[in-house]
Every structure is written in structure tokens, then in C-alpha cells.
């Protein structure tokens, strides 16, 4: 030994990669020992620039612009590149930002209904060998008689409450309220029979219009609809809160 100091340094490094079009940050490890022109070629894949187009910017850690890595000849590992330093590609294609991952501008395939049931490598036609959900027919003719059976009951449950009836509303989860009789039937917003009522306190969510339909007429935070199924009609007289006392 003549008294010289060696330095052995990681052959691979880990840098960070942003570029002109792209506003994603990639980290990628790399070999020291790859030229410039080929360290381009290895971005290509990575940032979308062909490497002839390509500028490269190298920053440090603290993304500060160090100098550009303008020999195509030289070694990566030439240039002060460390670990988590940056690298910024600058394309001179005249690509503009957000163009390789904007998905608007991407030619969408599409296909006729029937075209894609008669495919036999789609979702569909698994579905369909499984027996799965509304391919299966003995589980969609349950759920049907299901749902009538529900129809039907909720329809007597409603021929029974009247407007003008006193009710108690008890919905799942919620403290039971009191309160009138609005209106009772069909409606526009959703399917099925439904009751309206007027709670005896702010409780609801509406004045008794919905979509911009009025169905009932009450003040505002005391009107709602709910299923017959929920309400129960009977002598619930309105409580008195006080409201005259001192």
C-alpha cells in the first residue's frame, strides 16, 4: 500500500424522476456504470419522452439545481448523483403536461348489448355459468315473490290509515314519533305506498314536498314520508311541552 485512500462507492443509486409532462414522481434505482445516452433509453419507459428529445436536470436532495447532465457520453456515476437526488426531464417534443395520462383523449371501445352477450370470455357469460345474482333463476323468482309479498302487505297497511289519522312513526334505529296524518299513497320519488306525516315537533325533513312536488303542507323540518308498515294509527294526543308556562 502506498499510504492512498480508496473510496468504494454503491455501484447502483435511487433517484427521483419528474418531468415536463407528467406531474407524477417516479423513484427508480439505476446503475452508476451506464452511460448518459443509455440512462435516456432507460427513461423512456418511465416518463413517456423519447431520449433524443430529452433534457436532463440533475438537483439534489433538497431540490437544488446542481448542473444538467448534457454528455450523452459521460457516466451516470461521473455527474455528483446520491441517493433520493432528483432528476428532471424536460421534453422538447412539444408534448404538453398531462397528455400521456389524460383518459379523455383515449379512443374508447364499445360494444353493442347484444354483441357482448354473445361473447363467451366476458363477466356476463361467467355470471351466467355460475348462476350468479340475476342469472340465477331460482334466487331472482325468490326475491320477486319476495317483493310482492312486501308490495302487497305494505298496500293493506295502507288501506287501513286514513288523512287525518293521529299516528306513532317508529323507524329502525330512531326514537318513535307522534304525529298526523298528511297524505297516503303513491308518489313520484320513489315506488311503493307511503305516508306522510306532520310530527308534532321539527323531527322530519321537509314542509311536505319533495322534488319540487308538494304532496302536504306543513312547516318546514316537520313534514316526512315513511312506509305504512312504520306508522301506527291510534289515539296519541299531542303532548303538551310547556310551551304556555313560565
Known amino acids: 500500500m502506498d499510504g492512498g485512500v480508496t473510496v468504494v462507492t454503491n455501484p447502483t443509486v435511487n433517484v427521483r424522476l419528474t418531468s415536463t409532462i407528467s406531474t407524477f414522481e417516479h423513484s427508480r434505482r439505476f446503475n452508476r456504470g451506464i452511460s448518459i ?4 433509453g432507460k427513461l423512456e419507459m418511465v416518463v413517456g419522452t423519447q431520449a433524443p428529445f430529452m433534457d436532463l436536470e440533475l438537483f439534489s436532495v433538497s431540490d437544488k439545481f446542481l448542473q444538467k447532465l448534457d454528455d450523452d457520453n459521460a457516466l ?9 437526488c432528483r432528476i428532471h426531464v424536460t421534453d422538447r417534443s412539444g408534448a404538453q403536461q398531462g397528455e400521456f395520462s389524460d ?18 370470455d366476458s363477466m356476463r ?9 340475476r342469472f340465477n333463476d331460482e334466487e331472482m323468482a325468490k326475491k320477486s315473490a319476495q317483493l310482492a309479498a ?29 304525529g ?67
Not at 383518459?103 to 363467451?120: G, H, L, M, P, T
Not at 357469460?125 to 345474482?133: A, D, P
Not at 307511503?194 to 303542507?217: I, T
Open 37 to 40: 445516452a443509455e440512462f435516456k
Open 103 to 120: 383518459v379523455s383523449k383515449v379512443e374508447k371501445f364499445e360494444i353493442s348489448d347484444n354483441a357482448y352477450d354473445q361473447r363467451k
Open 180 to 246: 298526523t296524518v298528511m297524505f297516503v299513497g303513491t308518489t313520484d320519488f320513489k315506488p311503493g305506498f307511503w305516508v306522510g306525516v306532520k310530527y308534532d315537533e321539527p323531527l322530519g325533513k321537509h314542509d311536505g314536498s319533495v322534488n319540487g312536488k308538494q304532496y302536504f303542507e306543513c312547516e318546514n323540518k316537520y313534514g316526512a314520508f315513511v312506509k305504512p308498515l312504520n306508522v301506527t294509527v291510534g289515539d296519541f294526543p299531542e303532548e303538551d311541552y310547556g310551551l304556555d308556562e313560565m
Open 76 to 84: 451516470l456515476g461521473s455527474y455528483p448523483v446520491d441517493d433520493d
Open 125 to 133: 357469460s361467467f355470471l351466467k355459468k355460475q348462476r350468479v345474482g
Open 150 to 178: 312486501r308490495e302487497a302487505e305494505e298496500k293493506e297497511a295502507a288501506g287501513a290509515i286514513a288523512v287525518g289519522n293521529r299516528c306513532q312513526v317508529r323507524v329502525p334505529e330512531q326514537p318513535p314519533r307522534i
